[in-house]
């Protein structure tokens, strides 16, 4: 049930982009991505809902492709401060609330 | 306004001692969730609460784990006769109902010796 994230972990100079994808086995309503800073609590950075829009904002954007039950958040551009564990949490079609995260994709941008 | 809080931030016990850890959510959110983090590993979902019902404990690892809320507001993680595999970082967050955002607190980090 745990979504699978890769890659595990990437590393970037400023300026490069990254895709960091997550894959589901189940029939998924919502996908949420979140950001962790080391020694920080994860910081909420889009939530993609089945059958809405690709979501996005400054650089960082994320499409939910409903029938293969996929994730992927993109970074373009990467600057110093995307640097952190990013995290994708699945809520299941006709579950509650509750979400079920990944294993995490560490992601480190080097100048 | 304010947002998620937890405490204590930082709790070091013995093996074999209880454990209480509190969340204060956002006020308003009716939903509260608790995770737990261990060392550089992902988040570990452990309970659900909607409003004071808890409607999925799936989570709760054992039943040394035990949580409880007071109507749509605090939160307490207890656990029991703790061991070294229960430290961990535990985190809370609150989600407005119906929405599914969560918003996490900088949660509590458990050292059992």
């Known amino acids: 049930q745990q979504p699978v994230q890769s890659p595990q972990a990437v590393i970037l100079r400023e300026g490069e982009d990254a895709v960091i994808n997550c894959s589901s086995s189940k029939a998924l309503y919502s996908v949420h991505w979140y950001r962790q800073k080391h020694g920080e609590a994860p910081v909420f950075l889009m939530i993609l809902l089945k059958g809405g829009e690709q979501k996005g904002h400054d650089k960082i954007s994320a499409s939910f492709n409903e029938k293969k039950q996929q994730s992927s958040l993109y970074l373009t551009a990467s600057q110093l401060s995307y640097s952190g564990t990013y995290f994708c949490?699945?809520?299941?079609?006709?579950?509650?609330?509750?979400?079920?995260f990944g294993k995490g994709t560490k992601l480190t941008v080097n100048p | 306004g304010a947002g998620v809080s937890q405490s204590p931030s930082n709790k070091v016990t013995e093996k074999g001692k209880d454990v209480e850890l509190r969340c204060d959510p956002i006020?308003?959110?009716?939903?509260l969730y608790w995770y737990r983090q261990r060392l550089g590993q992902g988040l570990e979902f452990l309970i659900y609460f909607q409003g004071n019902s808890a409607p999925d404990k799936s989570g709760l690892p054992s039943d040394r784990f035990s949580a409880e809320r007071t109507g749509e507001s605090v939160s307490t993680l207890t656990i029991q006769r703790t061991q070294q595999e229960d430290s961990a970082v535990y985190l809370c967050?609150?989600?407005?109902w119906g929405q599914g955002t969560q918003y996490f607190g900088p949660g509590t980090r458990l050292l059992v010796l």
């Open positions: 006020s308003g959110h009716t939903a």
């Open positions: 949490g699945t809520e299941i079609e006709g579950g509650s609330e509750k979400l079920v």
């Open positions: 967050a609150s989600s407005p």
